[in-house]
């Protein structure tokens, strides 16, 4: 008996230094559990927090997520086992994967409805329908999520599909005036594209050298990076759409500030993962 109860609190005890080097990593330390991890994977190579704590130092994005999976799909007792679901989620949003994102987000209020996750949740599934395009399932689940959790306060977007306004026709028309305008079109287009000239080179003069940015997300349709632009524009940040060719995909990346140093890219990543419940790249401005 002795025996069992000296076992048994070394099992314990080393799942709380197991549970002690998670919140290291999470922190920004990581030597110690670099470390410790092959001895806790040789001894525990089953147990949730142990892929857990392999899946946070795992350098590869891809072999992460589906070590977060694991925990999701064979351990759902797990008390990681939120915490991997957003992981998984988290991937596939930073890799434009937004509905797959969605479907893994879905899980939380669906299956642990009392996880204080739960908020950070909603929010970024919400958003993840969002810019992916799909407003009428966003406001559908939205209403839901009211109705199930009336005492959640979480991130409120504008969920109102954008109404078309066309020109009105005037009735009567002023030949006079539409001359007057025609007569002085070339001139005003000259002057407009002068104007762009050196508003150009002013913003290549005046771009910050700051060698750090927060990337949000890459859109294949302009329309969705716009619509992630404005989510990040109205709660104040400084977000910004730059457009690359990726081996013949044209694609939008929504970016957010210019940052000196890493630490300070850290900070506003950890403030938009807060706000917004998404988790973006720190990328290195070329």
């Known amino acids: 008996m002795i025996r069992y109860v000296l076992i048994l609190f070394s099992y314990l005890f080393s799942l709380e230094s197991i549970d002690q080097h998670i919140e290291q990593v999470l922190s920004g330390n990581i030597l110690e559990a670099v470390s410790s991890l092959p001895g806790y994977e040789t001894k525990y190579p089953n147990n949730p927090e142990v892929i857990y704590l392999s899946g946070l130092l795992e350098v590869d994005g891809n072999s992460a997520k589906e070590k977060f999976a694991s925990i999701s799909n064979n351990h759902k007792g797990s008390k990681y086992s939120v915490d991997s679901i957003i992981k998984v989620a988290e991937y596939y949003y930073t890799s434009g994967l937004y509905l797959q994102s969605a479907e893994w987000l879905k899980k939380v209020p669906r299956y642990h409805p009392s996880s204080k996750n739960l908020e950070k949740s909603i929010s970024l599934f919400i958003n993840s329908l969002l810019v992916s395009g799909n407003t009428d399932s966003a406001i559908y689940y939205s209403k839901i999520f009211e109705k199930q959790f009336p005492d959640i306060e979480f991130e409120r977007f504008s969920l109102q599909k954008k109404e078309v306004y066309n020109e009105p026709v005037p009735h009567k028309v002023d030949l006079d005036q539409v001359e007057n305008k025609n007569?002085?079109?070339?001139?005003?287009?000259?002057?407009?594209?002068?104007?762009?000239?050196?508003?150009?080179?002013?913003?290549?003069?005046?771009?910050?050298?700051?060698?750090?940015?927060?990337?949000?997300?890459?859109?294949?349709?302009?329309a969705n990076a716009e619509q992630q632009e404005k989510i990040l524009l109205d709660n104040g940040y400084d977000a910004r759409i730059e457009s690359i060719n990726s081996n013949g995909i044209l694609l939008y990346i929504v970016r957010v500030g210019y940052f000196s140093s890493e630490s300070d890219a850290k900070q506003e990543k950890q403030n938009i993962n807060s706000k917004l419940g998404v988790n973006p790249g720190i990328i290195r401005n070329e």
Not at 186 to 206: A, E
């Open 183 to 222: 007569s002085t079109k070339k001139s005003k287009n000259i002057i407009v594209k002068i104007q762009d000239f050196l508003d150009r080179v002013k913003d290549d003069l005046t771009m910050p050298i700051n060698e750090y940015s927060l990337q949000i997300g890459a859109f294949g349709k302009k």
